[in-house]
């Protein structure tokens, strides 16, 4: 359940992290940056068996 809600939350993350959007066109790399770090910690929580 709580890998399921994890999961969405990152495709949702992922999805408005795009350049796409208008209103995001001037971000540079920082948002897919952070998802980027969250994705690590989640891997290495997945490695070691906390999630």
Same mark, same amino acid.
């Given at each position: 359940? &709580?890998?399921? *809600? %994890?999961? /969405? *939350?990152? /495709?949702? !993350?992922?999805?408005? !992290? &795009?350049? $796409?959007?208008?209103? $995001? !066109?001037?971000? =540079? ?5 952070? *998802? =980027?770090? %969250?994705?690590?910690?989640? %891997? /290495? &929580?997945?490695?070691?068996?906390? %999630?």
């Amino acid at each position: 359940m &709580l890998t399921t *809600i %994890i999961l /969405v *939350i990152l /495709v949702l !993350a992922l999805i408005g !992290a &795009l350049p $796409a959007w208008p209103h $995001a !066109a001037n971000w =540079g790399y920082g948002p897919s940056g952070i *998802i =980027g770090v %969250i994705l690590v910690v989640l %891997i /290495v &929580l997945l490695l070691m068996g906390r %999630i």
